[in-house]
């Protein structure tokens, strides 16, 4: 099928933007990227501890890696200790190489396959590129403040990685916190987004059900804030969706959540997905998320 022409690539006014410092972000309720009031805005009342006010390292052993020495802190910004890995989901080459991805992994307590193709929009955006776009755009935002940012795959034309390995690089890491971006390929009359956490899985996901859980707080509700996508009305309940199926979920032994951004099946979320500057509020909004958790920790 002719896949139409993806958003071009950002200009460079565009590109300062991802250099505004997270901070100015939470300090203000975002209020220039949604157009809010800030005193409108409930999430500038977020109590955010400071950068140094040396709770970081009081999270519970095994899920906090900030202060472990593995990693060299890339700046200066509040998040300069923290280590987040975002993992866009699929790759492009992945429909090119199905017995590749098509073979079986380990996925917790079931083995799945090892990465599948992905939705696309009814104009042939493909989920791919999105992820990839929007995650390039979270990890700017992130870096900008300081944090180390490890992506699961280094372009968007190759294929895999696995779903276990995914998890992998985020358990190497020690991350701090990990976010898979997908978006969904739902029923055309749905829309809407979710964040998938994981349940409890003996001997998988007993330690990070709970950070996971405060993380995926923190994304719906930046998320809902910060775009003009609601929950979603096709599953999940109130953007919230517990699975235990996910290798993805249940291979990670630090906190971790997917966000699918929204049904990429239906017109009206495709229109945002497809959207260059709604892919930058929408980036905002899930780096805001990520550095209030980070914070919280
Ligand atoms: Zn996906």
New binding site residues.
Partial sequence: MPVSAPPGPRSRATRALYLIPLLALLATGCASASGAEPDADPTAAIPLPGPDDGSSDEGSPGTAGAGDGAHEPVGDGPLHDRVVVIDP??NGGNAEASSEINRLVPAGPQQKACD?V??ETGSGYP??LF?WELSLLVKERLEADGATVILTREDDEGVGPCINERAEIGNEADADAALSI????GPETGRGFHVIVPGEVEGYTEEIVEPSRELAEDLRREYREGTDIPYADYLAQDGLDERTDLGGLNMSTVPKVFL?AGNMRNPEDAALLEDPQWQERAANSIARALAVYLLRE
């Fill in positions: 989901g699929h599948t992905g939705a989920e791919h992820n997908h978006a969904d390929g699918e």
